[in-house]
């Protein structure tokens, strides 16, 4: 497989963040040829439209340039209140926005984590229906969601779930295929 290039997002800026530490179990996991790399989106303002149209910030410049370059992105959705959690939320409205909107037919995966038993489930729903409003193509089998997440990651942040890191792998190498899918010229 020829070098394929996926963006991970963590909506999390806690430190010991289990939806980050799940960004890289997919490092570690992802196949021969595949390449993550995870963005920084702690510092990126609040979103603000005057601001945005005076000019971006360095910080959404640099997130909408990864994701431009990047062959798919993978976000990892954490769930607060039900919902998406606000600095994912955030990253997200900068990265929307036209012009050349970085997600317009990229290929999307999602992984979440959370210390409740549905992982983050309900965060996951609401991220796919945002996904909506940039024509992005979201994986849709497996979903990765961790329940219980402080059961299944160590002290140093590693995920020693292997079930979960099996469906992790699952996830990036359904993420490789769709983006080929939607790269691929359509024959008319």
């Given at each position: 497989?020829a070098d ?5 997002v ?14 890289r ?25 005057d ?34 959690a ?18 317009n ?81 359509v024959?008319?």
């Open positions: 497989m394929f290039k996926i963006l991970a963590s909506g999390s800026l806690r430190k010991g963040s289990y939806n980050s530490a799940a960004l179990a997919a490092q570690e996991v992802a196949p021969a040829g595949v390449t993550i790399e995870i963005a920084d989106i702690s510092d990126i303002p609040m979103y603000n439209d601001v945005r149209s005076a000019g971006l910030p360095a910080s959404c410049q640099r997130l909408r340039a990864q994701m431009a370059a990047a062959d798919a992105v993978l976000f990892a959705v954490p769930e607060y209140n039900y919902a998406v606000s600095p994912l939320k955030n990253a997200f409205d900068w990265v929307s926005r036209p012009p050349d909107q970085p997600l037919m990229k290929a999307v995966g999602l992984i979440s984590a959370s210390g409740g038993p549905l992982g983050g489930v309900r965060a996951q729903y609401a991220m796919r229906h945002m996904l909506i409003a940039t024509n992005s193509f979201c994986v849709n089998n497996p979903q990765v969601v961790i329940g219980a997440a402080q059961t299944k990651f160590d002290e140093n942040g590693k995920f020693n779930d292997q079930m979960g890191r099996d469906l992790i792998k699952q996830l990036i190498e359904s993420l490789v295929k769709l983006a080929k899918q939607l790269r691929a010229p024959n008319e």
